[in-house]
Each structure stands twice: as C-alpha cells, then as structure tokens.
C-alpha cells in the first residue's frame, strides 16, 4: 500500500480541507507511524487511517444537513396553519349562493301563507276558495284548478267546471271531503257552490285563524334565517369567511328577513280586512 511523507507541522486540513482540529479529536491530528518503517526524520501516514476522520466529518455533515431539513420543515408546517381571509370575491360568491337560497325559500313561504289565506272563505265566492283542494284523477293527485275551469256567477256562487264531464263525481267527492266547508250541487254537467254569507261570531273565529297562519309563516321565514346563519357560521369554522365578515352578512340577512316579515303582514291585513267586511 502507498505511502506519502508527511510532515508533523502539516494541518489535517492540508489533506482533506474539511478537517479542522476543532472538528477532529485529537487522537485523529497526531501522525501515524506504521511500525517497521525507517522514517529517517520524516513522518509518514498510511492514507486508510484517516477513513474515521473522514466518516466524522460525513456523520457531522449529515446531521447538521438533517437538522436543517427539520427547521425548514417545522417552518412550512406553520406557515400552512395560518389562516387565509377570503378576499372579496369570495365574501360575494359565498354570500350570493345563500342569499339566494334564502329567497326562494322565503318566496315559497309566503306563497304558502297566501295560499292559506285564500282557503279561509269570507263570504265572498272567490275561485282561490278551492287552489287547496286535490281529485285523486285516474290514481293521481292534482290540483282541481288543473283538471277544472272554477268561476265566479255572482258574489255567492262558485262554478266548477270539469274538462273531462266523466271525472265530475270524482271532483264533486274531493270537494266534499275537503275543509273548505262547501256543499256542492252536482247538476251533471256543472258543479255549483254556494259561499254562505257569515255571521259576526264567525267572522272573528276566522280572524284569529288567520293570524294564527301568519304566525306560522313567520315562524318558518326565521326558521329560514336561522339556516343560513348556520351556513356563515360554518365557513367561518372552516376559515372561508372571518367573524367580522359573518357578523355583516347576518346583519344583510336580517334586513331581508323583516323585508319578508312585513311582507306575511301586509297579506294578513288585507285577509283581516276581506273577513270583516260585510
């Protein structure tokens, strides 16, 4: 095997530029003499021995290149943790989806309040009497306006008129077992209904049940805005919308939802009204 001379005076760096006493034990900087050899005042190094110096550096440069990669990591770690607000047009898009569902959850509910208004009779003949009854046609439920022209002959008197005259006693048994408190006179070929005119007592009996509707569409309008406000609640949970964006949007919502509200009073007024009018 080669050997090189060697001089003792000579740093470890001289021959691998890593190697440092600072970084070597001092075992590792002294030179080594193979036994046998006639050094005659030099010194010489077999190169093998200085393949643990070698590792040392290795093992040293290996760690400080993992801790790096540690640090880097728990870096990027926090750095993901952190919470993005929504921009703008996020707030606009997330908001626009559920306004829009709260709409038109609000518009069916007030057209359900109308049409629950419009089955409260008021001694008036009004063809709205019967939009609530349903004929079991040919096994099908469908509305009797669909399969029937309804009209008015005079303030009193409802006129029902089937398009097929063979469904006529099946409409005339829908409307009997209706809630519409309606006899109907079956002539064979029309169906004639007569709207008593009501009495004081009575016109105050339906009053209250009508206010009663109204009280159950505005249950179901807050009903409605109570979901959507579980709907912010839940993009700001999962760090779409911050709390001050929810606290502006559940202020919007609840515009929209008095604007509705005034909305169910304004019809019962008017049913109120229709109701006490003799």
Known sequence: MA???????????????????????????????????????????HVSSWSSSSNYVRIQEGRNAFLTRLFVSKINRRRAGVSRCATIEEIEAEKSVIEKDVKERMEKTIENVRSSFNAVRTGRANPAMLDRVEVDYYGTPVSLKS??????????????????????????????????????????????????????????????????????????????????????????????????????????????TDEYMKKIDAIQKQKEKELLTV
């Open 3 to 45: 050997l090189r001379p060697f001089s003792p005076a000579a740093s470890a760096q001289s021959i691998h530029p890593s190697l440092t006493a600072s970084r070597l034990p001092p075992s590792r900087t002294r030179a080594i003499i193979p036994p046998g050899i006639n050094h005659a005042g030099n010194s010489y190094i």
């Open 147 to 256: 399969i029937a022209q309804i009209s008015t002959l005079d303030g009193t008197t409802l006129l029902v008129q089937p398009y097929d005259k063979s469904s006529l006693k099946t409409v005339e048994k829908a409307i009997v077992n209706s809630d519409i408190g309606l006899t109907p006179n079956n002539d064979g070929d029309v169906i004639r209904l007569s709207v008593p005119q009501l009495t004081s007592e009575r016109r105050k009996e339906l009053s209250k049940f009508v206010s009663k509707l109204s009280e159950e569409g505005k249950v179901a309008i807050r009903n409605i805005r109570r979901d959507a406000i579980k709907a912010y609640e839940k993009l700001e949970k999962e760090k779409k919308l911050s709390e001050d964006n929810v606290k502006d949007l559940s202020s919007d919502l609840q515009k929209v």
